[in-house]
Every structure is written in structure tokens, then in C-alpha cells.
């Protein structure tokens, strides 16, 4: 079964990154979904921080039913500042954020429904007024431009680049030991054929 999302990113190991998601149905979720219901988009890595969007095609909520919602979620075990662009269409919104370990901010009401819909003209059988946020099989497009300002220092806390070498010396070490078992089942084979040279003569 295929995915909910379609996504994309640019300068991936940067401070900075466009990172471009595409929804299918949107059009449907949002006339269909309980308000409060969610679509989490992949995990995606900007410096040192990992994070994932939240859009909810009908609201977050009760209050915000009719709107869609999105928010930045901070995946990490420390806070971060941000400064985000959310982008759906001619709709955008745009911040800095400082999101605390593992919680997220955003936009509850980041627009209307009918900024998206527009309105629907049954004599013409079109929607009238339609930004360019849904392609023409309901599709969602929804691009986010996203910086990071500061990110929190914790004690213990590794970053990417001690973790890889740490891996890195792993692996090594690992090939080292194959290098030194495959050695000794040689030397073990060739005494056991040599054994069985001997019993014969």
C-alpha cells in the first residue's frame, strides 16, 4: 500500500533546509476527518536536530475545526529555536520558535478551508477562487523552509559526528575480528587435514 506522503529535501546535513511534502486526498480528509485527527510527516534532520510535521486537515481541535493545522514537532531530548516558514499554496505563515525536548508549536488555525476550496460553482462545475495548494486529484502541497537559531547543549548529549565515528570504530573493529576468526579456522582447517594425512600413513 502506498504512502500518505510523498516528500523531499534540500541541503540535508546543513543548519537549513526546504523540505516539500505532497498529501494524497487531502481534498477528501479535510470534508471527512474528525477534527483532531493527524498526518505526521517522516522524521527529517536539520543541524544536529531531528523533527517531524504535524497537519491536521480539519483542525487540531474543536476550535480550530474548518482550518488547517500544522506544527513543527522537536524530536530531541533537548529545546531548540527555530525559525520555520510553513507554505500551502498563496497561504503561508512564519516564525521563530522555541520549542521545548520532545513537544511541538505551530499554527492551529493556519488557514480556512475555504482558502484552499474556494468556493463551488455547480453552473461551471469547478471550484472558483482555488489557491494551487491541491492538484487536480486533491493532493496537498505543503513546503516548509526551516533554520535552526540555537539548539539546547545537555550533558551526555552526542552529536551526529561522534556517533558516526563511534560507529565507524565499531565496524573497524568488527572487520578486525572476522579478519582474525577467518585466520584461525584456516589454521584450524589446515592442522585437521594435516592430522588426517598422518592417520592415513
Not at 523533527?51 to 491536521?56: A, T
Not at 483542525?59 to 531548540?80: E, L, P, Q, R, T
Request: with cysteine; aromatic share 8%; hydrophobic share 30%.
Amino acid at each position: 500500500m502506498p504512502g500518505m506522503t510523498e516528500e523531499w529535501k534540500t541541503n540535508p546535513d546543513a543548519p537549513k533546509l526546504e523540505y516539500f511534502i505532497r498529501i494524497s486526498g487531502f481534498r477528501h480528509k479535510m470534508k471527512t476527518w474528525r477534527p483532531g485527527r493527524n498526518i505526521w510527516s517522516k522524521a527529517f534532520s536539520v543541524g544536529e536536530s531531528i523533527f517531524s510535521v504535524s497537519i491536521y486537515p480539519n483542525g487540531d481541535g474543536k476550535k480550530a475545526k474548518g482550518h488547517i493545522s500544522v506544527f513543527i514537532s522537536n524530536k530531541n531530548d533537548w529545546d531548540v529555536k527555530v525559525n520555520v516558514t510553513f507554505t500551502i499554496g498563496n497561504q503561508s505563515q512564519n516564525g521563530q520558535l522555541q520549542i521545548s525536548a520532545n513537544s511541538g508549536r505551530g499554527w492551529p488555525k493556519f488557514c480556512e478551508h475555504g482558502d484552499i476550496l474556494g468556493e463551488y460553482n455547480e453552473y461551471c462545475e469547478e471550484w472558483i477562487g482555488a489557491d494551487d495548494a491541491l492538484d487536480d486529484n486533491g493532493n496537498l502541497n505543503l513546503s516548509i523552509d526551516m533554520s535552526v537559531i540555537w539548539e539546547e547543549v545537555i550533558k551526555d548529549r552526542k552529536d551526529t559526528k561522534d556517533l558516526l565515528e563511534e560507529s565507524k570504530e565499531k565496524v573497524e573493529n568488527l572487520k578486525s575480528e572476522v579478519t582474525d576468526l577467518k585466520t584461525e579456522i584456516k589454521t584450524l582447517i589446515s592442522k585437521a587435514e594435516g592430522g588426517r594425512k598422518e592417520t592415513k600413513s
